[in-house]
């Protein structure tokens, strides 16, 4: 599959930009018009959390379904996939410290200590920090086989996030496991890439 150059640039690569920014958009509006339920808080950190999750994993489909359908344009988008996983984190980030802990140091550091699924959330999230800020292109030529390196962290990120979500849950626990075996199924595409690599001397960026 390919789509002429002008078109990737210019047309499919600003629609998905702009496609990432509807869950905000859906949130922002809910907000506005007071439709986020009977406890907004909860629905705003929930969304962002679960947008946050999303991308981690959208990112990282990325490689397989560009092998799937021959599509090496796609690998393009992984960059902005990434750094819509940050947006959303940050905000998940930000409404629990603003809107849930008032700013208030002591317990948010308490929670991080004593709560462990807000532990591993913090940890994903300190993680996520670098990768976003060396996903620039110049800091691919800087950083050449540590940039690799750390961008493995990737791949530990959705596992840290869904430990996350599976800490918090009581009962319920379906969207973990659901999010889990999504991340099995990129593990094992990504495994049977690396034994072609390995066999046949493809390549499975
Ligand atoms: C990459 C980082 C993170 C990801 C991917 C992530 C993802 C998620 C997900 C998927 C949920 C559940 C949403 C739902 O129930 O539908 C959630 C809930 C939550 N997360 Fe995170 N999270 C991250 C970082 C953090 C951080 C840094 C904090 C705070 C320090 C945090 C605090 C919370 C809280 C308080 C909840 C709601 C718990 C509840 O319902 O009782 N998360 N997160």
């Known amino acids: 599959m390919y789509i002429k150059e002008p078109y990737f640039t210019k047309v499919f690569k600003p629609f998905i930009f702009v496609l990432a920014l509807v869950p905000v958009f859906i949130l922002a509006w809910s907000f506005y018009s007071k439709n986020l339920g009977a406890n907004p808080l909860e629905a705003m950190t929930h969304q962002t959390g679960d947008w946050a ?29 990434g750094l819509y996983a940050f947006f959303y984190a940050s905000l998940h980030f ?31 999230y300190l993680l996520l920090i670098p990768l976003a800020i060396t996903s620039a292109k110049f800091m691919i030529r800087l950083l050449k086989k540590k940039w690799i390196q750390l961008h493995k962290l990737a791949y530990v990120l959705p596992i840290l996030g869904i430990v996350h979500y599976w800490w918090l849950v009581k009962s319920n626990i379906y969207e973990p496991v659901l999010y889990a075996v999504i991340l ?22």
């Open 184 to 205: 099995l199924i990129i593990f094992i595409a990504r495994f049977i890439c690396t034994l072609k690599k390995n066999t046949i001397g493809q390549t499975c960026e």
């Open 94 to 124: 930000i409404t629990y410290l603003w809107l849930d802990q008032f700013f208030v140091w002591e317990d948010i550091l308490h929670d991080i200590v004593n709560r462990p699924f807000i532990t591993v959330g913090m940890l994903a």
């Open 53 to 81: 999750l999303r991308f981690l994993l959208i990112s990282l489909l990325v490689s397989p379904l560009k092998r799937l359908l021959g599509w090496n344009q796609l690998t393009r988008c992984r960059r902005i996939l």
